[in-house]
């Protein structure tokens, strides 16, 4: 069989530059050519006449849009941006766990096999509805009056999880219950995603596409209108052609071999020592709209049978057939609706209503990197009550400038200043914003009270002393800083939140462990470096950006037992902390599930503690920029 590797060589015009029509890498999947302007893989498409049916694990195998790269389709074209699990952070590992038997409970006093799902992995879907709540509020907020899909995505995403956690159901329809909230809480989330980011990519004032956002699952198309406006935007996509429409001059990186989706369930549902069960029958025909509205469709489970009854294979109010309700006027008023949100979604008034926003909401835009599930969780939960707060045990002021400030200021040369040594009186949020305000041309009163006599120089200005900077092992042109490239932007806000919750956690542990700091002061230093890589605390600056997430916050469970118990062993030495953290964690059973149950407790406990000390939300870690 033929394959880009014997069809393709790699070929570089003189320009060099990879367009939407070029291809950073090639594949041939006959009789189709499949390129990409953004990727380093390509996936193998599945589009045919294909039965679309629940699988063994409660998705749709092949055709599952949250699990593979499917075909653009402008009624949900927000499915470009759908979390990839290869890429998403621990802290979403129930948004793709899979439940076993072993996660089942049997209802005790019954004839037949109906029970829950284990309390602790209910909580952990349960905390995927406050992560998307976290995430739609502050957008629903300007939008008061106004219909969104995201209210019904909600809506259902919270019928499951109480379906789940209320009702006694076959092993089999909780499968399907669990997959259905994942979905719904995907869908949220790849929305935002779009209407934030992607829609916004009218005001990239740069000459070049945004980099790829490999987190997404991104999609194909034949149409190269649509492919150059993903390019552009920064989503990952694969362009469909047949090989006469192949240049001869096209710029070819790399020819590849497919790959291919050998991970996911493909085999129907059966149940040990019983016959096949497979479920309902919803769509045969072409991928495209019909197998993105049938996926979404709300499944309601067999509750109005016993679980020994006979089950029908096919959907009685719907035919398996090529004409489904996507040819019909309800259907119609869904594609309406989906389209209809998408182009209502941008608001000219955001960056007004970050000046003045909540700081217990997360700041939403293209700079800012990406939160942190366990944190946005516990934002949440904390209890905001000014009457809790400890008034005179610490510095209330910021160690460094809040994140946001670097955001919002409207001058490009105002974004670009971060110094790594604090002051010693730690300033409020109106002198950070005053230091950031000041001009070039002269720094005002209150830089000169918050650096002294570190802010002057020998010209008089801390702005422009040379022609470039290093930062992280980078030389960077001051030049440059005019209009910052936005990765650039993301690491230093990326760097400003770490340095800040160290200092911050340094600042809040001297507090609540006083007495171990005044009779241990080495063994409590060691415990605190031990829960950063490297042992880096304060000195992470001095070292090149990383290429990934580390630390309690890598990707790879097996990286981060170490750094989350010596966060669990100093938080458990504070007063009133939850007894979960009282327990030694194992190396040899820590999982996942395990770090989830050590994590958010903690997370939780921490925040509200700092609240109690600060009066203000702590500013905490986010994720490294792809």
């Not at 070049?208 to 935007?233: E, Q, V």
Request: proline share 8%; aromatic share 10%; with cysteine.
């Amino acid at each position: 069989m033929p394959t880009a590797l014997t069809k393709f060589a790699p070929f570089k015009r003189s320009d060099l530059t990879i367009t939407s029509l070029d291809a950073r890498v090639i594949a041939y999947q006959e009789p189709l050519v499949i390129t990409t302007p953004n990727m380093d893989w390509i996936p193998e498409l599945h589009n045919n006449d294909l039965e679309l049916r629940v699988r063994a694990d409660g998705h749709f195998g092949l055709e599952d849009c949250f699990q593979w790269p499917q075909k653009y389709c402008k009624e949900f074209e927000y499915a470009v941006c759908i979390p990839r699990k290869e890429t998403s952070s621990i802290d979403l590992q129930f948004a793709w766990y899979s439940p076993t038997t072993e996660d089942f409970v049997a209802q005790v006093g019954t004839a037949f096999a109906i029970g829950t799902l284990r309390s602790h992995i209910v909580n952990g879907i349960d905390n995927l509805l406050t992560i998307a709540r976290k995430r739609v509020e502050p957008w629903r907020a300007n939008r008061i009056g106004k219909q969104d899909i995201v209210s019904s995505m909600l809506s259902s995403l919270k019928h499951d999880i109480n379906v789940l956690r209320r009702h006694p159901l076959t092993y089999r329809d909780i499968i399907v219950f669990v997959a259905q909230a994942q979905r719904s809480f995907l869908d949220i989330i790849a929305f935002m995603d779009y209407v934030e980011i992607v829609q916004r990519c009218d005001t990239w004032t740069s000459w070049s596409p945004r980099p790829a956002n490999t987190k997404w699952i991104g999609c194909f198309t034949d149409s190269s209108k649509i492919c150059d406006t993903l390019f552009n935007a920064g989503v990952p996509v694969w362009l469909l052609r047949a090989e006469a429409y192949i240049p001869a001059d096209m710029n070819i990186v790399n020819p590849v071999v497919l790959t291919f989706p050998d991970h996911l369930m493909r085999s129907m549902y059966c149940e040990a020592g019983r016959i096949v069960k497979p479920f309902p029958l919803l769509y045969r025909g072409p991928g495209g709209f019909n197998h993105h509205f049938h996926i979404r469709r709300p499944y309601t489970g067999t509750l109005g049978v016993n679980p020994d009854a006979p089950l029908s294979l096919v959907l009685p109010q719907n035919p398996a057939s090529g004409k489904a309700l996507s040819q019909g006027q309800q259907n119609k008023k869904v594609r309406k609706t989906a389209s209809s949100q998408l182009m209502k979604t941008k608001d000219p008034n955001t960056t007004n209503s970050q000046q003045n926003r909540n700081k217990w909401e997360e700041l939403h835009c293209p700079e800012n990197p990406e939160s942190i599930s366990f944190w946005t969780s516990a934002f949440q939960k904390a209890d905001k009550a000014t009457d809790r707060v400890k008034k005179g045990l610490v510095d209330p002021g910021y160690r460094f400038p809040e994140p946001a400030l670097l955001i919002t200021p409207s001058l490009p040369e105002r974004k670009n200043r971060v110094d790594h040594d604090p002051p010693e009186k730690f300033p409020s949020p109106q002198l950070w914003c005053e230091f950031l305000n000041s001009s070039p041309s002269g720094p005002t009163q209150a830089a000169k009270d918050l650096f002294g006599e570190h802010l002057l120089d020998a010209q008089g200005t801390t702005w422009a002393i040379k022609d470039s900077l290093e930062w992280r092992n980078m030389t960077i042109s001051v030049a440059s800083l005019s209009n910052p490239p936005p990765r650039l932007m993301c690491c230093i806000l990326w760097e400003l939140y770490e340095l800040s919750f160290r200092y911050e956690l340094l600042a809040l542990d001297r507090v609540m462990a006083r007495t171990l700091w005044a009779e241990a002061l080495h063994d409590r230093c060691d415990l605190l470096y031990g829960i950063f890589p490297e042992r880096s605390f304060m000195m992470m600056w001095s070292s090149p950006l990383p290429n990934d997430d580390s630390g309690m916050w890598s990707r790879r469970i097996d990286d981060i037992f170490p750094y989350v118990e010596c966060f669990r062993v100093l938080l458990s030495s504070w007063e009133d902390a939850p007894a979960r953290l009282s327990t030694p964690l194992d190396v040899r059973t820590f999982d996942a599930t395990t770090c989830f149950a050590v994590m958010q407790p903690a997370c939780n406990f921490y925040v509200q503690c700092f609240f109690d000390h600060f009066g203000r939300p702590p500013v905490v870690p986010h994720r490294l920029p792809a």
